[in-house]
């Protein structure tokens, strides 16, 4: 069995990365076999575990918690070829020998039903000055994602004072 992880961007692109050995660490930490340096990830955030016939994730009790199509993963959970998983920030596309061939963005919720006897709310007044979106700057610092071998490189050093510490 062969599995990809596959990053999606806002702009549409996308990166591989292929799962390159049978137990794959996400996370912060150096040591880790996928790397995201970002706060938002934890140290060890979560493992893939590749058998011959599935692909099972688990959260290492992550402090933001690793969803599979938008559902939090409490235990072990299977992964299924296009099933999405959301690390941190990013978004990733399950790819299990070559399926799905095409990856596409996750489809938005819905909007709740709207009740008829609702209050309207009060309206808020714009803000002063139209702060950047921060998904735009994300988008900004992954666009130049300089990936060697399976390593997310959002910048060059990675400055948490307590991996410093724990080094």
Known sequence: MNANLVLLRKNG???????PRALTVIGRREDCDLRIPLPMVSRRHCVLRLNKDSLELRDLDSRGGTFVNDQRVESEVTVRPGDYIRVGPLIFVCQIDGVPKQIVPPKKAAPPPSKAAAKPKPKKAPPKS???????KLDADLSDLDVSDSFINLDE????????KNA
């Open 130 to 136: 139209a702060p950047e979106d921060s998904g735009s």
């Open 13 to 19: 692109s996308h990166k591989t990365f292929a799962l």
């Open 157 to 164: 050093s990675d400055s948490d004072l307590e991996d410093l």
